[in-house]
């Protein structure tokens, strides 16, 4: 039964009662609220239920037990809340379990030893706080661990889930150093850190060993310091973001690395000072570049190092002087330009506003004089723009 995006609303009674024999239960994207019924129990044939994008409330009933078969429960963006019920680790076949969105609280049991099947765990935006179980970072199939926006810790020495690709565990209370073991899984693509309270002296070239790795997030870890050893050539052969936001660099503008296939870089607030084109990688294929809140004085040959898909660039918050360089407008591409609260001088260069591409552009807090440009054009894509307190 496939229920799903129809503005369903009211309660969900008992009707499960009338018929035990269904596979398949799909009520997501409806407006159905008040809480999950019991007769859920009599489900026992039950292999997929989706029951997310609602406004069902409560908790999430403990009738799990007999529902040996299911193998993916999506429960996510809802207002369930209360702690995860006991019966829900019997259902050793689970494949996908989503519970997203929603007000759960209380620890994770370390219960998860029995889920060897399960590729996918989300539990994003709650309200969880304990330890990560050491029993759900060594499941032998999981793929994607999704706990971010929580307010989780972590106190294991050991992530032995070889087959993940994808940790997300962004804005939690996570502390101490980063776990070495996270380096010896061989598929990982994406590592989300940031926002948490990660501390000591850590080096860069550990993740080159992450072969597989495609982004990489460590912005808002203020205690954590990354080292780039001088004598190291760091090569990623498949990293695409990159965000050390906020962290201490250390030795950081003697980096040697090649980054080919890196398309957006986020250096922002580090006190990164002079020329920028010293600080950027030697190779690469950016498309969005932020290196706002720092104190660099220069946008000497930034240009160049742009490509020909080169769409965002924020140098806001920065000791800029001198004027904008003709050459910004050669990016063809470039949809986002934020130079605010600079020291630039002159005339804002009108191809600006003939810009085919640009949308959004902040030139606010500087001392840019003569008249406004006159020239934007009606078939301009510009819809922000911001030039306040320019002379």
């Keep these: 039964m496939y229920l799903n995006n129809n503005q369903l609303n009211g309660y969900i009674t008992n009707v499960f009662q009338m018929s035990n024999k269904f596979q398949e239960l799909d009520f997501s994207f409806n407006k159905i609220e008040g809480e999950q019924p019991s007769s859920l129990s009599n489900l026992q044939h039950l292999i997929h239920l989706d029951l997310g994008w609602n406004s069902f409330s409560g908790q999430i009933p403990d009738v799990f037990g007999g529902m040996t078969k299911l193998q993916d429960l999506h429960l996510y963006s809802n207002n369930l809340e209360g702690e995860i019920p006991s019966s829900l680790f019997n259902l050793t076949q689970l494949v996908i379990l989503r519970s997203s969105g929603n007000k759960l609280e209380g620890p994770l049991p370390n219960k998860f030893q029995g889920f060897r099947k399960l590729i996918s765990f989300d539990f994003e935006d709650n309200l969880l706080n304990g330890r990560i179980p050491s029993s759900l970072l060594s499941l032998p199939s999981l793929q994607e661990l999704c706990l971010s926006n929580n307010q989780l810790t972590w106190h294991i020495s050991a992530i032995s889930s070889y087959s993940l690709l994808w940790i997300y565990l962004k804005n939690n209370k996570l502390q101490g150093n980063i776990r070495k073991s996270i380096f010896n899984l061989p598929n990982l693509d994406t590592l989300d850190l940031s926002s948490n309270n990660l501390s000591g002296v850590f080096n860069f070239q550990h993740f080159s060993k992450l072969t597989n790795l495609e982004a990489l997030y460590l912005s808002w870890d203020s205690q954590l310091s ?33 980054f080919p296939t890196l398309k957006s870089l986020d250096l922002s607030n580090n006190k990164l000072s002079g020329r920028i084109a010293n600080w950027l990688p030697q190779k690469n294929s950016m498309l969005y570049l932020n290196l706002s809140q720092n104190f660099f004085t220069s946008m000497d040959k930034l240009i160049h190092f742009a490509g020909g898909e080169f769409y965002g660039l924020d140098l806001s918050f920065n000791l800029l002087d001198g004027e904008i360089p003709l050459a910004v407008c050669n990016i063809s591409s470039l949809q986002f330009l934020n130079l605010a609260h600079n020291q630039l001088t002159g005339i804002s260069p009108r191809c600006l506003a003939e810009s085919p591409s640009l949308g959004v552009l902040n030139l606010e807090m500087n001392n840019f004089h003569g008249a406004l440009p006159s020239n934007f054009s009606k078939d301009s894509s510009l819809r922000t723009r911001n030039l306040y307190a320019t002379n």
């Design 226 to 258: 990354v080292n780039f050893k001088s004598n190291v050539n760091y090569s990623f052969s498949i990293l695409r973001r990159l965000e050390l936001s906020s962290v201490n660099l250390i030795e950081f503008h003697k980096l040697q690395g090649e």
